[in-house]
């Protein structure tokens, strides 16, 4: 059988009848692969964007490292979070752009116990950029020991790092500690 747009073949036992026109065929087609790219994108949309990624664990710095017998205790506060009487018994200054460097050494089996002497102690304050700056420390002593103290210069949102190295005999190990803080001065 011929039909205007060429043979069309049927299966045998079937009657034959005219066949769809080719340009009606290829709309046909066109139209069902815009429909299955439609109900692809609308099943994709119905899925929903993916969750945001859980928060990050914020890094909590343990304030202290141990070494051997002994365990160097250091802190990094702004001056304007102490106590105005605690800042002016050292004589400190509070300042917006100023933090306080505190350094106890006591021994590792009783770190409740008096406080231990340093031989041995420095102090460096380092900058974004690389530059050192040698902190000078004061040796406060109370009831406990001795308490090691320094000022550091901190700048908005600029990570400073903070290395301490330290002995309390001359033949001692050496205790080193290093950490890098950022200030929000709001």
Known sequence: MTHCCGPTATAPGLQAGPGLPYHLRSVIALAARAGLLGLIALLAACG????????????????FVATGAVRLYYALTPTQDLPAGIAGSYGIVQRRNLALLTITIVPQTAPGATRLVASELSATAIALTGEREALTLTRHDDADGPTYLATVVVRHRVPVTIEIQARTAADSARIAARWTRQFHLD
């Open 48 to 63: 929903g964007a993916p969750p945001p990624p859980p928060p990050a664990i914020p890094y909590t710095d343990p304030g």
